[in-house]
């Protein structure tokens, strides 16, 4: 990992920090979500990225950002979004700021998916466009970003 700590679980987990701290020490307004809510969103988040992370495998290309692909992958959860790793992370993040239960901490997963579009999604679409060209802007036309 060449580029740590700018890798995106960093972020995530930077994301996490500040929703536990703000939750903590400015609150704004508190809510009661089920818990079993806040286990769902969680666990469907880790979900979702370990089943991408699965296709990787399958795939044998790099799952590290700013490495040079050697498949596209467009199966499995692929096929309905182009990041969901990065979706999944985020679900994570939302169903902690529901455990907290604070208003504001909510903002940093609001905050996340714009920092790792801007750090990561945008440069990794274009380094999928040089590497498989058209196949790639089809891709990206039938698949969401998030």
């Known amino acids: ?16 920090v500040s929703s536990w701290i703000l939750a903590v020490f400015i609150p704004v307004f508190h809510v009661q979500i089920p818990i079993l809510v806040s286990i769902l969103t969680i666990g469907s988040g880790f979900a979702i990225a370990g089943w991408s992370a699965i296709w990787f495998l399958r795939k044998k290309t790099t799952i590290e ?18 990041n969901p790793i990065y979706t ?39 380094q999928l466009g040089k ?3 058209n196949a790639a802007d089809e891709y990206f036309a039938k698949s969401r970003r998030w």
């Open 1 to 16: 990992m060449k580029d740590f700590p700018d890798i995106p679980p960093v972020w995530a987990l930077a994301a996490a």
């Open 65 to 82: 950002p700013r490495h040079v692909p050697t498949s596209l992958i467009v199966e499995g959860p692929f096929r309905i979004n182009r």
């Open 88 to 126: 999944g992370m985020a679900l994570v993040l939302l169903g902690f700021a529901f455990w907290l239960g604070a208003i504001s901490a909510i903002v940093p997963v609001l905050i996340f998916p714009v920092v790792i579009t801007r750090r990561f999604i945008k440069d990794e679409e274009a």
């Open 131 to 133: 590497v498989f060209g």
